[in-house]
């Protein structure tokens, strides 16, 4: 019998039980499509957080107030603060830095934003001019603030699409309109450029007010939540953050960088920990997606053992016949790989589909991986042969004589 005939013959037997065929595959759909949704998602979300990150500016350097020993940032939320105006000012102005282009102070905080019968949850930015150049800011309809608007201590705003469309509804302008933040009216004089994101990251939630007018006017502070830098180059970048660092740490009156009140992050610094976070995450939940893989296989290896038993008189009257050992443990090891592969393919199919619509709903990217694909063909073939050869090696092994007799 050759290899045509075995698998002509393990297709028939296949669907003699179609409905037994079809769970037994129905654990290496559900594990393969798994495997592959989530590994898609993860890998979308990390598109995702990167390119937000990145968008922000590629020089970007972000000094934040808290200890790099508990990495707890302080001063965002109003507890007791350690960078102030004149750290900012001291930075921008020392002829020990030479690596920096622009220093933007800047102090953030959510509050209630209002305006008619709307109203929505958002972060509001304390700013300065030069804020729009650090953070790669560009505007769909107005100007951004002034150092006019600084000075005076005007009651201006500029807001992000959301924001616009939350209060106002979609697609209209809302340069021009009022509306209130906290217990004080402000005009928008501007609109930006959606960048995208979600939940508390995302830069289109976002309202920009005058530095001073968030600090002593908005939220009665007088310090600030973070200090944004933009080197000169990217090859500067560990060479502003060190110039910065002894600077801030001699403003501190701090000798050991191990005791410093402050924290520079760099863009780097904040991508690398995003990947390694999103890279844990979807390494547990394919994990998890695996062991549904063990136990499709398990299952498979169940069902063959069940075929064993109710092919009994058979195999025993085919080893009578001259069937040998090879031609069995063939047979069956290809019927099991047949139901793993089949159903690979078909949880393959099942995972890009799933992954898409996923895609769609929470507005990720859609990205599908080969490495996903080919993990999918490859492991749907080993678990075919792993949990195929002990019942092809049980069928193999019986004594024709006592198959015949088997009732």
Not at 116 to 130: D, K, L
Not at 206 to 221: D, R
Not at 389 to 396: D, G, H, L, M, V
């Amino acid at each position: 019998m050759d290899f045509s005939e075995l698998i002509i013959e393990s297709i028939g037997t296949l669907t003699v039980n179609k409905l037994r065929t079809g769970l037994a595959a129905l654990g290496i759909v559900i594990g393969i499509a798994s495997v592959i949704a989530l590994i898609s998602l993860g890998q979308a979300a990390s598109e995702s957080v990167t390119s937000q990150i990145q968008s922000l500016g590629a020089n970007l350097l972000t000094v934040m107030p808290g200890s790099p020993r508990s990495g707890a940032v302080r001063g965002a939320i109003g507890g007791v603060t350690t960078l102030t105006n004149e750290d900012a000012q001291a930075i921008a102005e020392s002829p020990q830095i030479t690596t920096i282009k622009n220093v933007s102070p800047e102090f953030s905080r959510r509050i209630q934003v209002t305006t008619g019968g709307n109203n929505t949850n958002t972060q509001v930015i304390g700013v300065v001019p030069v804020y729009s150049q650090v953070h790669k800011i560009t505007l769909t309809t107005g100007s951004f603030i002034t150092q006019r608007d600084i000075d005076s201590l005007s009651r201006v705003a500029v807001v992000g699409p959301q924001v616009a469309s939350t209060l106002f509804g979609e697609g209209v302008d809302p340069v021009g309109q009022t509306m209130r933040i906290g217990s004080q009216t402000f005009t928008i004089i501007g609109l930006t450029t959606s960048k995208g994101g979600s939940g508390f990251q995302n830069q289109d939630d976002i309202v920009y007010v005058p530095l001073p007018v968030a600090q002593k006017v908005i939220f009665g502070v007088n310090y600030l939540a973070s200090i944004g830098l933009e080197a000169k180059s990217a090859d500067l970048m560990v060479d502003a953050q060190n110039e910065v660092g002894y600077l801030l740490l001699s403003r501190h009156n701090l000798s050991d960088p191990g005791s410093a009140d402050f924290m520079i992050f760099s863009q780097q610094d904040i991508l690398n920990t995003v990947s390694s976070a999103t890279g844990t995450f979807t390494a547990l939940l394919s994990g998890i997606a695996a062991i549904s893989l063990l136990v499709g296989g398990i299952g498979i290896m169940n069902i063959m053992l069940v075929t064993v038993t109710e092919r009994t008189r058979e195999i025993g009257l085919r080893k009578a016949l001259g069937a040998t050992k090879r031609i069995l443990v063939a047979q069956f090891l290809i019927e099991a790989s047949m139901l793993t592969i089949v159903g690979g393919f078909i949880g393959m199919i099942l995972g890009i589909f799933i992954s898409y619509i996923l895609s769609s709903f929470i507005s990720l990217p859609f990205i599908i991986s080969i490495q996903s694909i080919l993990l999918a063909i490859v492991v749907s073939s080993a678990i075919g042969i792993l949990f195929g050869w002990y019942p092809a090696r049980k069928a193999s092994n019986l004594q024709p004589i006592e198959a015949l007799r088997y009732e």
